[in-house]
């Protein structure tokens, strides 16, 4: 089987236990290290051309991550396009199986298996209130109806802009250092926050730096997540 993943945990997912399968993936792909298939682009400017040349059997994309103009492009070019739609725990769980056992017909994963069970096993800690910035300049955070903010809940901190309208919305600094957090959590990624670039924003605020691929990526990195993220938090889980 051919395989063209457009997202970068979905690749990940499907490397771990069937790396041959990839013929193309996008720019952004950096697990597992090493991966001989083809780049075909960003997850936003996939080059259309040259995954039809692939000629794959499945394309796998994502309804947030990818364009809804690219997917369409490639599936008027006859190409088969399996859509995943990623927004809590469960969904991911659900759709990784999708992926993988029914689009790409792989045997279910054990490490699926270790991820719900590490996170079956979570015990929040005290409930806390947080801002979680994804970029700068301008400010955005994540808002409503989002996989990091669901992973956030389950270990006990409770996204501020969780009700918002938007699920990324831009909100000005003054604001968010008014919304009536007492922890800012900064991944690295998909804008790379450090010590040094990030924390100086929210003077009155901890601020928890956090590896953006165990916060927002649906893959292997789930059944280390818990552990990770609640370290980075403070959390014993």
Not at 44 to 64: F, G, I, S, T, Y
Not at 71 to 77: F, I, R, S, V, Y
Not at 81 to 98: D, I, K, N
Not at 188 to 210: I, M, N, Q, S, W
Request: aromatic share 6%; proline share 8%; net charge negative.
């Amino acid at each position: 089987m051919r395989v063209v993943s457009l997202v970068p945990s979905l690749t990940e997912a499907v490397a771990v236990g069937a790396p041959g399968l990839l013929v193309g993936v996008t720019d952004w792909c950096t697990h597992p290290a090493g991966l001989d298939a083809e780049r075909i682009g960003g997850t936003k400017n996939p080059d259309v051309a040259r995954v039809v040349a692939l000629a794959p059997d499945l394309v796998v994309a994502n309804e947030e991550e990818n364009r809804a103009a690219d997917l369409a492009a490639l599936t008027a070019a006859g190409l088969d396009v399996l859509v995943t739609e990623v927004r809590s725990l469960p969904q991911a769980f659900a759709e990784l199986e999708r992926v993988l056992v029914d689009g790409c017909g792989l045997a279910r994963p054990g490490w699926l298996d270790a991820a719900e069970r590490a996170w079956a096993a979570v015990r929040p800690g005290p409930q806390r209130r947080a801002v979680v910035p994804i970029w700068r300049r301008p400010w955005m955070v994540v808002g409503r109806d989002t996989f990091a903010g669901d992973l956030l809940a389950r270990l006990g901190v409770h996204n501020v802009y969780a009700g918002h309208a938007e699920r990324y919305p831009r909100i000005a600094i003054d604001e968010l250092n008014a919304a009536g957090a007492d922890l800012v959590v900064l991944p690295d990624e998909p804008y790379r926050f450090t010590a040094a670039d990030g924390p100086e924003a929210f003077p009155e605020l901890p601020a928890a730096l956090v590896d953006g691929r165990q916060l927002t990526w649906y893959g292997p990195s789930l059944a280390n997540a818990p552990a990770v993220i609640g370290a980075a938090l403070g959390i014993d889980v």
